[in-house]
T-cell receptor, first 117, second 112 residues
Framework: GAVVSQHPSWVICKSGTSVKIECRSLDFQATTMFWYRQFPKQSLMLMATSNEGSKATYEQGVEKDKFLINHASLTLSTLTVTSAHPEDSSFYIC?????????????FGPGTRLTVL | QQQVKQSPQSLIVQKGGISIINCAYENTAFDYFPWYQQFPGKGPALLIAIRPDVSEKKEGRFTISFNKSAKQFSLHIMDSQPGDSATYFCAASISGNTPLVFGKGTRLSVIA
């Protein structure tokens, strides 16, 4: 149980285009999903917290107009990187909080490697 | 300001040995302390987690030791195997919908 999937697993795009990444909780309902980015050999950096049916909360320094997050259902959240540039190339990982667990147990997706040319 | 400090940055252990990774936190409101294992190109996988009402938790070869007064917790991997070679992250959070705060990670290499 507690499986989180991401699609696509990798994507290459041209500078200036937009890319959408999907995050799904396959066997549980996720009221909250989190989006992270990770640069090589570095830790995970939280980008935003996404609650189903409401606007995402972005971390300081993360451009909300560039990284659009939508959490339309209890099993799906999407991250759209708009007008992507080479500096947006990174490993994007989502996580989902397991339902009503009293503690903040989170399960991570396999990540999406974005390369912007 | 980093709220969870993790050490060492990298660790090399002989097969069969004990791997020990340490973390220290600052926020006394933290009440959930998980460890994640990450292989290259993959997302982190929850390994084991502890709450502050216990001082130790063991699952198979993995043990978390927790020292509330020192605000420290550690991961011990007994009988380390080459397949354990990965990056390990400690994290902490406050129960509820708050995000996890991650340490910077430890790259473990288990050599035969």
């Amino acid at each position: 149980g507690a499986v989180v999937s991401q699609h696509p697993s990798w994507v290459i795009c041209k500078s200036g285009t937009s890319v959408k990444i999907e995050c799904r909780s396959l066997d549980f309902q996720a009221t909250t999903m989190f989006w992270y980015r990770q640069f090589p050999k570095q830790s995970l950096m939280l980008m935003a917290t996404s609650n189903e049916g409401s606007k995402a909360t972005y971390e300081q320094g993360v451009e909300k107009d560039k990284f659009l997050i939508n959490h339309a259902s209890l099993t799906l959240s999407t991250l759209t990187v708009t007008s992507a540039h080479p500096e947006d190339s990174s490993f994007y990982i989502c996580s989902a909080r397991a339902g009503l667990a009293p503690y903040n147990e989170q399960f991570f997706g396999p990540g999406t490697r974005l390369t912007v040319l | 300001q980093q709220q969870v400090k993790q050490s060492p940055q990298s660790l090399i252990v002989q097969k069969g040995g004990i791997s020990i990774i340490n973390c220290a936190y600052e926020n006394t409101a933290f009440d959930y302390f998980p460890w994640y294992q990450q292989f290259p190109g993959k997302g982190p996988a929850l390994l084991i987690a502890i709450r502050p009402d216990v001082s130790e938790k063991k699952e198979g070869r993995f043990t978390i030791s927790f020292n509330k007064s020192a605000k420290q917790f550690s991961l011990h991997i007994m009988d380390s195997q080459p397949g354990d070679s990965a990056t390990y992250f400690c994290a902490a959070s406050i129960s509820g919908n708050t995000p996890l705060v991650f340490g910077k990670g430890t790259r473990l290499s288990v050599i035969a």
